[in-house]
């Protein structure tokens, strides 16, 4: 069965600050991959997938993630926070028939004035 | 662009009531799927569908019935209503591609229902 592991329910930064997102996978090779960000009273919207063969995503606003294989990880960055990316984020991966996502269970992060 | 559409946004049932969560996409998606997400608890797979009139459940689906009569619509319904089915629902779709593809799922924007 798939797994995702994300660590630290809440992260908070300062505004400009690094942000490192954490996530650990268990999954059959290969590991479909995905980071999702979720705004306040909306649905989740994909931040990066990864693509088998790149080791470093890019996503929007920023955001990238890097897969390494030995690790079983897909951290998410992005070298400098800004107040509009206070927000949950929630790694994921997918299997089966339908590519159905198993999530993590998120992390709130928090940027600081 | 609709996308992926969800009815209604807030719901408040008593417990023992039935209804149904009404989704809809426009992208002519093949792959639909119903979330339920619980604080500090990510989202979890209630049902999924590959296409029309077949579904099949999820991590979490008692309490829970579907059908895919359509391609574009996938209903999902509580028989009878109980306190713990008290949530923020989420219906999704993706393009189902080729074997080895890795298609993003679209998200709806929710459905928040109180049982009391």
């Known amino acids: 069965a798939q797994s995702v592991t994300q660590l630290g329910s809440h992260v908070s930064v300062s505004e400009g600050a690094l942000v490192l997102l954490r996530c650990n996978y268990s999954?059959?090779?290969?590991?479909?991959l995905f980071w999702y960000v979720q705004y306040p009273n909306q649905g989740l919207q994909l931040l990066l997938k990864?693509?088998?063969?790149?080791?470093l995503v890019k996503g929007i606003n920023g955001f990238e993630a890097e897969f390494k294989k030995s690790e079983t990880s897909f951290h998410l960055t992005k070298p400098s926070a800004h107040m509009s990316d206070a927000a949950e984020y929630f790694c994921a991966v997918s299997s089966g028939s339908a590519r159905q996502l198993t999530f993590g269970s998120g992390t709130q992060l928090t940027v600081l004035p | 662009n609709a996308g992926v559409t969800q009815t209604p946004k807030f719901r408040i049932l008593k417990i023992g009531q039935s209804m149904t969560l009404q989704c809809t996409q426009d992208m002519n998606h093949n792959y639909m799927y119903w979330y339920r997400q619980d604080p500090g608890m990510g989202l979890k797979l209630i049902y999924y569908s590959v296409g029309a009139g077949i579904t099949d459940k999820g991590e979490v689906p008692n309490g829970y019935n579907v059908s895919r009569s359509t391609t574009e619509d996938f209903p999902l319904r509580l028989e009878l209503a109980a306190p713990s089915q008290t949530s923020v629902y989420f219906c999704?779709?993706?393009?189902?591609?080729?074997?080895?593809?890795?298609?993003?799922?679209?998200f709806g924007d929710g459905t928040r229902l109180s049982i009391l």
């Open positions: 990864y693509t088998t063969g790149a080791t």
């Open positions: 999704a779709s993706s393009y189902s591609g080729d074997r080895n593809s890795n298609q993003p799922q679209h």
């Open positions: 999954s059959s090779v290969p590991p479909y």
